[in-house]
């Protein structure tokens, strides 16, 4: 006889086994068959090329066989006594003996004595078949079994089969997952398609269904989640190792389940129990399944699963044998693992903005810094588990499953100058606006999240256009904190009410991931928000940014209401804070979103790009964003330039122009201070700043408001303001437009120059050279422009997200580049010495400066572009004005400044004629006929424009 231990029973006459001494868990099963017997046969799912074409039901008293054998014998020891082979089969057949009550029990001749089996005819007569005959006769005089006589459809099971798309299988999946969710059940492992996914029946319902292990899943039969070749080998091997393990250990077994969240529809999920003892913490202890991201929020064991997992890491077991020793950290606890990444402070600050349900804006009171606070664990928005993907295919068990798919996004579209908000954005965001806005709270690091970011692997890839590789995922750290706010923890609030569901990340949990996965499942029951079962509609709101739709939106705004001067208070809500006198609003009764700046206020400007920026900008700027960022207001509009209204704006009724001018960050000095409302209540602010000596009054007013008194100077006559140039005619070529008024030239004397420099730049041999360790601003080096892949000489501006601002020297453009295209050298400073800077920055003569962003300013950049297209260009040098050259540009006998003018792109700048030179108010008269010809013609900015430009900057 033949030891042998029963690791399946497919059948009451039919079993699957291992020999008796081996513990290979890989070791093959081979199939036996009782001989001797007729059995009943089990239903089944015929299929045919994976499709289900058929279904063989059970035979009578087939379930009761193969129960009464499975009992017997399934992970026992048996003797098997060979009587020979059947081919058909490829299986041997003979007596099966196993062990009762110290006895050895034939299993052939018990199965007939009960009636669950008969003698089959014409075999070979020997003891065995006469004790068969004899179990017969008995079975037929007691009448049990098939010998009873009862009506035989008592004795056949009635099973809803897992069919593909089944509508009666689903239903009884969907019901079984609504009343015993939470619950333990029975359940009778029939199948092992992974070792995270089983097929089962579900007793006493007998429903067949897939089961997946809640927060686990087997690694993909390729290993293609792993890069490393090494573990992609281990993970193959261990994935077979798995699920040979789970075979042994459950298949055709009794097991209890915990019944948990779905990861398909159609199927159930769930943990398998034994009185305190957990399976899935089993299997991932030895490192033979992994923790599955999507349903680990929902696993019962939730904590124990993580620890198992955590052992197995640090033991460096199963799929882990290669991989580096990580250590999750939780509870604000930073990591000790030789790829730590780095940690942040715990710290106390004001909330200063709502960027979504997730995210907020602290300020920092230690170290006067914004911080951007992303809640650890939890997601605004998100699709609920009911839109669950469809089940995969028998076998197919990966870790690629969305659950929820989508979040709360905000998507711009510059095109169409929409701004689209989805999945509850706004709603989540404006459920935290009352509760954090303003308020003191406590902040405590948990983990830095590692979030994707798409690089290539060779930087001079990324910047080609040809290159057919794809992107390569790397990933930046970024804080995630939980947060306090008077004892309450908002992210809590947010998942409870339905704004957010909670997330699983390895690098980390927070402190209160219990509470928010107790908070999800209140909003689940309650259906809250996400959870209500209604489809989110995307919010579309117009952004207001260009001159083309102004008009319209003037009068839409300045539609009768109540209000100063008849001019409607529109309700707003304070979007960002461009500038201190300038912020964007969401207007929610017109669906806009518009820039408005604040009436007859100037405050300490920020500077743009090297502009070294007012005493008290910074100031400024955060106190606007603490009194006014994301505040409910009101607004009347009275005018537009540029891509800005101007008008009054009012927080709690009082004004914001009076809110600034009492803090001493702005004066009376701004645009449109003729339609300032509330002039007594300004003016008594500006006066209390005044005496109080607070803000611009101590420190220096800001750069506009010191407009009168450069004038002054240039009346005064003051050469160090204004000096004369000398207006001769010079070949330039122009290297870049900054916009319709700066630019940047070489003369024609730096062809030769430059062709000494780039020789110089050659030898050097930069492309052999290492990226820098470290690069500071303001440092002179060497960048490859993108567009040619050329080594030029530059300075960098700033750095900023792991890339570098550099200014070309040469030829006056910028772009931002990341360290692998810089180099830096001892004998650039040499260089430098020997060859300054070729480009010269110029703007051009008697021309108002006008922004890129104010109405006509891009076009005047779109015409200087075209007009400089092609041909011969001449520059002269008509005055020096505040340090800045400006020219007259040329190509051929016509002057850029009538092209741009004639188009009604531009308006001339009349304070020249200050400077009493006779040259130049004949310039600026002949220039002034041709803008009023543009104006009185509508031409270009003027059919948008109602006033004069020029005053908007006094």
């Known amino acids: 006889m033949t030891m042998y231990v029963v690791r399946g029973v497919p059948s009451s006459d039919t079993l699957s086994v291992v020999p008796q001494k081996t513990t290979n868990p890989l070791t093959k099963p081979t199939m036996i068959n009782v001989s001797q017997i007729e059995s009943k046969r089990l239903g089944r799912l015929i299929m045919d090329d994976g499709e289900v074409v058929d279904i063989q039901e059970d035979d009578e008293y087939a379930w009761e066989a193969r129960e009464f054998v499975r009992s017997k014998v399934i992970g026992k020891t048996i003797k098997f006594k060979k009587e020979g082979y059947i081919d058909s089969l490829a299986r041997d057949v003979g007596e099966v003996f196993y ?52 009506d035989i459809t008592e004795h056949i099971r009635h099973v809803v089969w897992d069919i593909p798309d089944s509508a009666e299988h689903d239903k009884a999946i969907t019901q079984f997952n609504k009343k015993f969710k939470g619950k333990q059940v029975s359940m009778v492992v029939e199948h092992v398609m992974t070792a995270s996914h089983v097929k089962v029946m579900i007793l006493p319902e007998m429903i067949q269904a897939s089961l997946h292990l809640g927060g686990i899943v087997s690694a993909s039969k390729t290993g293609s989640e792993f890069t490393d070749e090494k573990e992609k080998k281990n993970a193959i091997e261990v994935n077979e190792l798995a699920r040979a393990t789970v075979e042994k250990l459950i298949l055709n077994r009794d097991i209890k389940v915990v019944v948990e969240n779905p990861r398909y529809s159609g199927t159930v999920g769930g943990t398998i129990v034994s009185g305190d003892k957990v399976f899935q913490c089993e299997l991932l202890s030895k490192g033979l399944v992994k923790i599955h991201d999507q349903t680990i ?11 198992a997992q955590a052992g197995a890491l640090a033991a460096k077991l199963g799929l882990w044998k290669f991989a580096a020793t990580k250590q999750v950290v939780t509870g604000g606890m930073s990591s000790k693992a030789e790829d730590a990444k780095p940690t942040v402070a715990d710290f106390v600050g004001t909330v200063f903005s709502i960027v979504s349900a997730d995210t907020i804006m602290v300020f920092n009171e230690a170290t006067q810094e914004e911080v951007r606070v992303n809640f650890a664990s939890i997601r605004a928005g998100g699709s609920p588990n009911s839109n669950l993907p469809k089940k995969k295919g028998d076998g197919d068990d990966t870790n690629k499953t969305q659950a929820p798919s989508t979040f709360a996004k905000m998507d711009r579209n510059n095109v169409t100058g929409t701004i689209t908000y989805s999945n509850w954005f706004l709603e989540g965001r404006d459920f935290l606006r009352p509760k954090l806005l303003g308020k003191k ?77 107790d908070a999800m499942e209140k909003a689940k029951t309650d259906k809250k928000g ?17 001159d083309k739709n102004a008009k319209g939106t003037l009068s839409l705004l300045q539609s009768s209401g109540p209000g100063t001067s008849g001019v409607a208070r529109l309700k707003a809500t304070v979007e960002y804070v461009l500038a201190p006198n300038r912020l964007k609003l969401y ?65 709690k009724d009082k004004s914001y122009a009076a809110i600034m001018l009492e803090e001493g960050l702005a004066t009376m000095e701004g645009q449109n201070l003729s339609s300032m409302s509330h002039r007594s209540e300004t003016e008594a602010a500006e006066k209390k700043a005044k005496a109080a000596k ?117 030829f006056g453009n910028r772009e931002s580049l990341p360290k692998s295209q810089i180099r830096k050298s001892p004998k650039f400073q040499e260089l430098l010495n020997k060859f300054p800077a070729q480009a010269t920055e110029g703007y051009l003569a008697f021309m108002h400066e006008l922004p890129p962003t104010e109405t006509g300013g891009m076009d005047a950049k779109y015409a200087f572009e075209d007009f400089t297209q092609g041909g011969k260009i001449t520059i002269a040098h008509e005055y020096t004005c505040l340090k800045k050259k400006y020219f007259t540009v040329r190509a051929g006998t016509r002057a850029l400044q009538e092209y741009i003018i004639n188009r009604g792109f531009g308006c001339v700048a009349l304070d020249v004629i200050e400077n009493k030179v006779d040259e130049l108010e004949k310039a600026v008269n002949h220039l002034s006929k041709l803008e009023k010809k543009a104006k009185d013609d509508r031409i270009g900015m003027w059919d948008i424009i109602r006033g004069d430009p020029r005053s908007y900057d006094e």
């Not at 996400?530 to 260009?546: A, H």
């Open 441 to 517: 709270v406590k902040v405590h690091f948990e983990y830095m999240a590692m979030i994707p970011v798409n690089a290539r692997a060779d930087a001079d890839k990324s910047e080609s256009k040809d290159s057919k590789d794809p992107p390569r995922l790397e990933k930046e750290p970024r804080p995630a904190f939980t947060v306090y706010c008077d004892g309450m923890n908002p992210a809590t609030e947010v998942v409870k009410n339905g704004w957010g569901v909670v997330v699983y990340s390895k690098d980390g949990e927070s402190r209160d991931m219990e509470a928010y996965c």
């Open 587 to 651: 207007i929610p009764r017109e669906n806009l979103q518009v820039a408005v700046n604040q009436a007859g206020i100037c405050c300490p400007s920020l500077g743009m790009d090297n502009e070294t920026p007012d005493p008290l900008a910074k100031e400024a700027l955060a106190f606007a964003k603490k009194v006014a960022l994301q505040r409910d207001v009101e607004v009347t509009v009275d005018t537009f330039f540029g891509t800005s209204f101007i008008g009054n704006i009012f927080i």
């Open 694 to 810: 607070k803000g611009v009054h101590s420190q220096g007013l800001p750069k506009k408001a010191l407009r009168s008194i450069e004038k002054f100077e240039k009346r005064a006559g003051g050469r160090s303001v204004f000096a004369m140039g000398d207006r001769v005619k010079v070949d330039a070529e122009i290297t870049e437009i900054i916009d319709g008024n700066r630019f940047y030239f070489q003369n024609a004397d730096c062809a030769a120059k430059m062709s000494q420099i780039v020789d110089a730049l050659n030898d050097l041999a930069l492309d052999s050279m290492s990226p820098p360790d470290s690069i500071s601003d303001h440092e002179y080096v060497a960048a490859r422009f993108s567009q040619d892949k050329k080594w030029y000489r530059a300075r960098v501006l700033r750095s900023a997200g792991g890339k570098y601002d550099v200014f070309y020297i040469d």
């Open 530 to 546: 996400l959870w209500s079962g209604k489809s989110p509609k995307p919010i579309k709101v117009n952004d207001i940014k260009s």
């Open 99 to 150: 062990q009762e009550n110290g006895k050895a029990v034939n299993l052939g001749v018990t199965l007939v004595e009960k009636g669950l089996a008969v003698l089959r005819v014409g075999g070979k007569p020997n003891e065995y078949t006469k004790a068969l005959a004899v179990a017969e006769c008995e079975a037929k005089e007691a009448k049990v079994g098939v010998h009873s006589g009862d």
């Open 297 to 307: 929020l929902g696993a019962t064991h939730r904590a124990r699963l993580k620890e």
